[in-house]
């Protein structure tokens, strides 16, 4: 992985899981670095709220989360999302942590061609526009890679918790996460019996604490819209096999 | 190639843009033969439609040959003569599927602004503004037209230019406008706007059984050709009192539907017009409504109100207590294209309708930007501009000679 700037701490040397404990938390943060922290921090962040910033989501993400570490000289250790498959409306996800993003759209396709799709999980960077890869380790395992606000990428193992064919795929991020995460997707039969809702949850962990409540509405806003854009040429994909563009000729696209 | 490009208030212009090329494997590219200037480019013209950009391609009724298709085009073919539906469909979608096809979940890639204002967005139209997609339009040489198996309609082998190209738009708009209406065997129909949309619908209400069809404009040369039909009458609103005399030409009900084929830049001279001219200058609302208020106040007791005519954002002083009260229905929308062109074909093979009856004036592509201003202003008794591009690709081969000569 890259530094962000010379001054900066590496990432992943920022995110030292041993070194943390996940109930209390613990100073575990040097104070060079929590300048660091919070002045790459602020640089992500400035860049992710610019209106035409490629990768909000990862940029904002990884700015709240290294400001909080400036800050507050923690490491929150992120906690595994719970994955509850029990529950009717929002399944993969844990109530009472992070910040969710749920969407949903209407597809013109049965179920199992949809779900196919995304079971093959090599595909989803053609879905989802901030993923780079991923990479399946084995049958339940997979390493995601993100692309990164400022050419580094953002990476995470993960792996699958519910695999209904047809009707559900969640998954999870592991620990030693870049940012934490957990996802499901549900392909529900609509009322008419035509076609699939497909409906996506995301939930990511953001740092708790001032002044990252705010941050994180704006990231939720940055996450929901980049979901909705994603599901919306996702359906243009399999409804019509291409995404619309107004385009006059491949360069311009 | 030559385009047509917008480049603010009143002000269009002839200008050299890049050729378009295939994009995505459904589409083609057609060569531009004829194209035509609509009352819907008058709203981009006079700069009230949002999310315009200097250099844009106007233009969304045109018709032209097929001269490339994309690698998962299955029926058109190069060589094919083509007439293009405005609104863009996928075929696929929901929406398309139900024969909404204006509605097209899948062909516009501005939605998500679009559904900031509406909640959910139509289908993208070529050469109307960055919010139904920003596609590049017809008023040009060529066009990439996406979904080339969907949209583009075979012109049957000696059909012209002219009888044909109307069905990209106003025929089709006209005949919606009436079917919307749900005509009644010797229904009244009033029809505001005498413009061609105003034309067909006319013509389309008489088509389907409308008992007397009472015409709405001010210009002697349009109220004249609407009562070329049999059962219209026609009204100068400027010299009559609109709801009082369809009241007495109905005895004393009111028109069974009414339409209002005139949209947001309503003309007026009433209390109201001058509320709205007022009020669009303090933003207090985008459109005027004044024939919408007349209409909705005209039409009958559980009567149809059918508005063809394009609204854009917000419109105040609207009479909803009178629509409520009077148990009115309302149908509007942009047009779904694709759903009569079968139909309104055969009506023109057949001789039905020549819709060439509407063609004022016949022009050359460059010659745009005055023929704006002639439409706009309604000058010179102009109903309906067709703009051909033969000369126009003579003089830029003509263009290319010189500058390879130049070049040598
Ligand atoms: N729904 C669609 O898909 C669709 C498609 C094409 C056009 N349109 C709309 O249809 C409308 C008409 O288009 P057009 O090409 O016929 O335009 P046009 O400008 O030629 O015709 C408008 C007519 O309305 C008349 N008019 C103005 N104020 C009036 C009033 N107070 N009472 C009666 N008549 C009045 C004008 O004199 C003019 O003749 C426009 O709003 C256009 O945008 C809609
Ligand atoms: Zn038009
Ligand atoms: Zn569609």
New binding site residues.
């Given amino acids: 992985m890259e530094t962000y700037s010379t001054s900066a701490p590496r990432y992943d040397e920022l995110r030292d899981a041993s070194s943390c404990n996940s109930s209390t938390g613990c100073r575990n943060v040097g104070h060079n670095e929590q300048l660091g922290s919070i002045l790459a921090g602020g640089g992500l962040l400035a860049y992710g709220l610019m209106p035409n910033a490629k990768l909000r989501l990862v940029s904002l993400l990884a700015g709240a989360s290294l400001i909080y570490r400036g800050v507050s000289g923690q490491c929150e250790l992120y906690k595994r999302m719970g994955i509850d498959t029990t529950a009717e409306q929002t399944p993969g996800v844990d109530h009472g942590r992070g910040r969710k993003v749920v969407s949903a759209v209407h597809i013109n396709r049965d179920p199992r061609d949809l779900y196919g799709l995304w079971r093959n999980l090599q595909n989803l960077p053609n879905v989802m526009s901030h993923l780079e890869s991923v990479t399946p380790l084995d049958d339940q395992r997979s390493r995601w890679v993100a692309k990164g606000p400022l050419g580094q990428s953002l990476q995470w193992d993960a792996e699958i918790i519910s695999d209904q064919p047809g009707q559900l795929l969640a998954w999870q991020s592991l620990p030693g996460a870049d940012v934490d995460n957990a996802g499901s997707v549900r392909f529900e039969q609509p009322s008419s019996g035509e076609g699939t809702v497909l409906r996506v949850t995301i939930k990511y962990d953001p740092p708790g604490g001032w002044p990252v409540a705010k941050l994180a509405n704006l990231l939720g806003q940055g996450l929901q819209q980049e979901v909705d854009e994603d599901l919306r040429r996702f359906k243009q994909l399999m409804e019509t096999g291409e995404t619309a563009t107004a385009a006059i000729n491949g360069a311009q696209r | 190639m030559k385009a047509i490009t917008w480049q603010g208030k009143e002000d269009v212009r002839v200008e050299n843009v890049p050729d378009p090329s295939i994009v995505n494997p459904k589409d083609c590219i057609i060569r531009v033969t004829s194209t035509a200037i ?4 008058l709203h981009l013209y006079a700069g009230r439609i949002p999310a315009m950009q200097p250099g844009d391609v106007l233009g ?2 045109f018709m032209g040959e097929v001269v490339e298709v994309g690698s998962a085009v299955e029926h058109t073919r190069v060589g094919d003569r083509v007439v293009i539906p ?1 609104t863009i469909a996928c075929g696929n979608c929901f929406f398309c599927q139900k024969d909404l096809t204006s509605l097209c979940d899948n062909t516009n890639p501005d939605a998500a602004k679009l559904e900031k204002m509406y909640g959910y967005a139509g289908s993208g139209l070529f050469g109307y503004s960055h919010l139904y997609g920003g596609y590049a339009g017809g008023q040009a040489e060529y066009v990439r037209v996406p979904f080339a198996d969907v949209g583009p309609l075979k012109v049957p082998e000696g059909m012209s230019d002219e009888q044909a190209l109307f069905l990209s ?2 025929f089709p708009t006209g005949y919606m406008a009436a079917d919307n209406c749900d005509i009644q065997e010797g229904d009244t129909v009033a029809v505001w706007g005498c413009g061609p949309v105003g034309q067909f619908a006319i013509w389309s209400a008489v088509k389907l059984g409308a008992g007397q069809v009472i015409a709405i404009d001010r210009f002697p040369e349009r109220l004249r050709l609407a009562s070329t039909h049999d059962r219209v009458k026609t009204l100068n609103y400027e010299n009559v009192d609109v709801f009082e005399t369809l009241k007495h030409l109905t005895g004393g009900r009111g028109p069974d539907a009414c339409i209002d084929a005139v949209g947001s830049e309503a003309h007026g001279t009433s209390l109201d017009h001058w509320y709205d001219l007022v009020a669009n200058k303090l933003m207090l609302e985008t459109d005027r409504g004044h024939v919408l208020r007349q209409v909705i106040r005209s039409c009958r007791k559980g009567g149809t109100v059918s508005m063809p005519g394009v609204y854009g954002g917000f419109l105040d002083k609207v009479p909803i207590g009178a629509a409520f009260g009077k148990g009115l229905q309302f149908r509007m929308g942009q047009t779904h294209v694709h759903r009569y062109l079968p139909k309104l074909l055969s009506h023109i093979q057949d001789g039905e309708i020549d819709p060439t009856y509407l063609i004022t004036h016949r022009m050359d592509l460059a010659d745009a930007p005055e023929m704006y201003r002639t439409f706009q202003d309604k000058q010179d008794e102009c109903v309906k501009v067709v703009l051909t591009t033969q000369s126009l690709s003579r003089k830029s081969s003509d263009v290319t000679n010189t500058a390879a000569t130049l070049n040598a």
Avoid: L
């Fill in positions: 609509c009352g819907s480019d969304h009724e405005f738009d106003i």
